[in-house]
């Protein structure tokens, strides 16, 4: 990797010190290693990329923060409502930036199978998408299994009312509209992700799982290292890894 300088946003988190580890593991310079509350702006001075890892309520405030110091960005902070998530983008198109619910090049190359195996199956097979993660995730779904029900909605021409988050009681039969979310936590999972195309005689599933936290760590950095080339607008990972080409 290069040798970019970068920002650490949200250090004090469990993301935060994966980046830290990998920075030092890839010889990557960290300007600066904060957390919400300290100096964004004095930090953001001396590097040329920030990675922000922190909290949804501060993501306005670290898009901003970076347009008015003309800074690239890689955003991977999940819990924004879709209104809220909708303006953000479009506030972060003013800079280079990546914004990705997940970083992991293996999750990616799952989104573009994703993508491809509801292209390939369509509306004959039943689709749900199962989420895993720690007993410490304040979000659900993930952001991951949010992009993977973007990308099945996408392609098959529904809107968000189509999804079920769970099932309870007597909800009658499974309709041929409707996409399954379900999401687990407990323990120490880093991320298990599995989407399951369902028809009469055969099921395929597609899985990812995560059993290190430095996956995500080391593409986010990757991010870093290639958005600072880019034109403003807003990317994600399917662009770093040339999977959109």
Known sequence: MSSTRVIINGAKGRMGNALISAAAEFKIPVAAAID???????ALAGAEVLVDFSSHRTTAQVIE?????????????TGHS????????????????????????G??????????????????????VVEMHHRFKK??????????????????????????????????????????VHALRGGDVVGDHTIIYAALGERLELTHKASDRGIFARGAL???QWVVHQKPGVYDMQDVLGLND
Request: charged share 25%.
């Open 139 to 180: 979000d659900a779904p993930s952001g991951t299994a949010a992009r993977l029900l973007e990308i099945i909605l996408e392609e098959r021409k529904l809107n968000a009312s189509a999804l079920r988050h769970g099932r309870s009681g007597i909800t009658g039969e499974r309709t041929q509209g409707e996409v399954g």
């Open 36 to 42: 919400v509350g300290d100096d964004l702006a004095a």
């Open 65 to 77: 923060c970076a347009i008015a110091q003309k800074k690239a960005l890689v955003i991977g902070t």
């Open 107 to 128: 999750v990616n190359l799952l989104f573009a199978l994703t993508r491809r195996a509801t292209q390939v199956l369509g509306a004959d097979y039943d689709t749900e």
């Open 222 to 224: 990757r991010a870093a």
């Open 82 to 105: 879709a209104e809220e998530k909708h303006h953000l983008l479009t506030l972060a198109a003013k800079v280079p930036t990546v914004w990705a619910g997940n970083f992991s090049v």
